[in-house]
């Protein structure tokens, strides 16, 4: 079974789950909050990406996928 197989089904009611209850944020904690919480998740992604993604503009696939795959030899 590939990688993250089991994870899929989860992923996918997370997608219908998480707009489905923005009306109940809304209602409950104000649109204000609502915001906060997303744009401080969107902060949390751009720190994220910019501390463990790799730089890519300008390698090869090949090169990349070199350095990206560790084979145990």
Known sequence: ???GTLLKPAEN???ATIPAAI???FGSIGAG???VCFTAMMVL???FVMA???ETKGV???ELSKS???EDV
């Open 68 to 70: 990206l795959i560790k």
């Open 60 to 62: 090869p696939l090949e």
């Open 45 to 47: 992604q751009l720190v």
């Open 23 to 25: 009306p109940f944020l």
């Open 13 to 15: 009611r997370s997608f």
């Open 33 to 35: 909050w609502v915001f």
């Open 1 to 3: 079974m590939p990688d």
């Open 52 to 54: 463990m993604m790799p």
